[in-house]
């Protein structure tokens, strides 16, 4: 069965920390895996990594991705209070639909 | 603005009701999904379709029916509603690949 399973589920932070969120996955003919973030609504995208070692980067915001370990990493920098959110990774595998984890809930307070 | 249109965005339903949730993309997108969210449980996958005419199950299929008639709608119908439906609907489309999805900003719907 496959499994995508995030840590921690939930997180509190202070303004200007750095966080660590982590994604493990376990599936059948691996295509790529998401990050998104999900404020009151609908998730947006963050990140797609399909090569592992290659770091994407957006801002205060990067993600590495593993395929010997099958695991993700997504690194919040400085984070401010904006950055609250359900940050949510996904697999895909083969051509069919992505596989969610259950998300990490992250609250930085000022 | 192009996106995915979700509607009702709120619905309050007494069990056994039935009801239509639509979902309309206007990106000339292919792959259409309809996923639950609950508390602590992630987006869980409950009916896709790779192209117009075509439908298949998710990871919890049972108490739904979908259809798409044209490429740009997505319907989740639920015949009999019971309080276990009760949850958050995001519809979902992409092109088969390379960019994610892109989200409707869902319906919440509780049954009663």
């Known amino acids: 069965e496959d499994k995508v399973v995030q840590s921690p589920l939930s997180l509190v932070v202070h303004e200007g920390d750095t966080v660590t969120l982590n994604c493990s996955y376990e599936?059948?003919?691996?295509?790529?895996l998401l990050w998104y973030k999900q404020e009151k609504k609908a998730p947006t995208f963050l990140f797609m990594l399909t090569s592992s070692g290659i770091e994407k980067k957006s801002g205060r915001l990067s993600s590495i991705l593993d395929k010997k370990e099958l695991f993700s990493i997504l690194n919040i920098t400085a984070t401010q209070t904006g950055d609250s959110a359900v940050y949510l990774c996904?697999?895909?595998?083969?051509?069919?639909?992505?596989?969610f984890g259950k998300g990490t809930r992250l609250s930085v307070i000022a | 603005n192009a996106g995915v249109t979700q509607t009702p965005k709120f619905r309050v339903l007494k069990t056994g009701q039935s009801m239509t949730l639509l979902c309309a993309q206007d990106?000339?997108?292919?792959?259409m999904y309809w996923y639950r969210q609950d508390p602590g449980m992630g987006l869980r996958l409950i009916h896709y379709s790779v192209g117009e005419g075509t439908t298949a199950k998710g990871e919890v299929p049972d108490g739904y029916n979908v259809s798409r008639l044209k490429k740009q709608n997505f319907l989740l119908g639920l015949e009999s509603a019971a309080p276990s439906q009760t949850s958050v609907y995001f519809c979902a489309s992409n092109t088969g690949g390379k960019y994610g999805y892109t989200f409707g900003s869902g319906t919440r719907l509780t049954v009663v």
């Open positions: 599936v059948t003919n691996f295509r790529s």
């Open positions: 996904a697999v895909e595998k083969g051509n069919t639909p992505l596989v």
């Open positions: 990106m000339n997108h292919e792959y």
